[in-house]
């Protein structure tokens, strides 16, 4: 199944090949290769195979963001964005799972889908500093639905969470 092969790839090939590759030229250049092929992983939205994918993609990033901190400021809209696009297409999904006939573990992963793509991008805001919070102020001052602007809200929560868990000084207070 492709699915599984492309999981298998991420987890068994990337992901191991950030952490050997820590903050240097090496990882910058894998991370932008990262970002070409994670990115879109983020709306594949195809089912119960589609879930599975985004939830090693959604890892693999959060590992890429570590990994290749220097650059990440550079991306941060786009990388933003996703998250928050994969979030709300998840959060849709959830809503009419009855209508759609998600079964279970479907279900389950979207769930996860959720958690993961928040916490990402809270560790976006951290790693990609200004252009992915005017992602977050697009959404909180411009025409969204009300789930969107409250997970915003929630994304910016669990940013702060992260500063103070890890002793971050926010450049807003810099």
């Given at each position: 199944?492709?699915s599984?092969l492309?999981?298998?790839?991420i987890?068994?090939?990337l992901?191991?090949l950030l952490?050997?590759?820590k903050?240097?030229?090496?990882?910058?250049?894998?991370?932008?290769?990262?970002l070409e092929?994670?990115?879109p992983f983020?709306?594949w939205d195809?089912?119960?195979p589609g879930r599975?994918?985004?939830?090693?993609?959604?890892?693999a990033l959060?590992n890429?963001?570590?990994?290749a901190?220097p650059?990440?400021?550079?991306?941060g809209g786009?990388?933003?964005?996703?998250?928050?696009a994969?979030w709300?297409?998840?959060?849709?999904?959830?809503q009419?799972?009855d209508?759609l006939?998600l079964?279970?573990?479907?279900?389950?992963?979207?769930?996860?889908?959720l958690?993961?793509?928040?916490?990402?991008?809270?560790?976006?805001?951290v790693f990609c500093?200004?252009?992915?919070?005017?992602?977050l102020i697009?959404?909180k001052?411009?025409n969204?639905?009300?789930?969107?602007?409250?997970h915003?809200?929630?994304v910016?929560?669990?940013?702060?969470?992260?500063?103070?868990?890890?002793?971050?000084?926010?450049?807003e207070?810099?």
């Amino acid at each position: 199944d492709e699915s599984g092969l492309l999981r298998g790839i991420i987890i068994g090939g990337l992901i191991p090949l950030l952490h050997q590759a820590k903050q240097n030229a090496e990882a910058m250049e894998v991370a932008r290769l990262g970002l070409e092929i994670f990115l879109p992983f983020l709306r594949w939205d195809f089912g119960l195979p589609g879930r599975k994918v985004q939830v090693a993609t959604l890892v693999a990033l959060i590992n890429l963001m570590v990994a290749a901190y220097p650059i990440m400021p550079h991306h941060g809209g786009k990388i933003a964005s996703e998250l928050m696009a994969c979030w709300g297409q998840t959060k849709r999904r959830l809503q009419d799972a009855d209508t759609l006939l998600l079964v279970e573990e479907e279900q389950r992963l979207c769930v996860m889908v959720l958690a993961l793509s928040t916490h990402a991008a809270a560790i976006a805001l951290v790693f990609c500093g200004e252009r992915a919070r005017a992602i977050l102020i697009e959404i909180k001052t411009s025409n969204f639905d009300s789930d969107m602007v409250e997970h915003a809200i929630e994304v910016e929560k669990g940013y702060q969470q992260l500063c103070e868990r890890k002793g971050v000084a926010d450049a807003e207070d810099q």
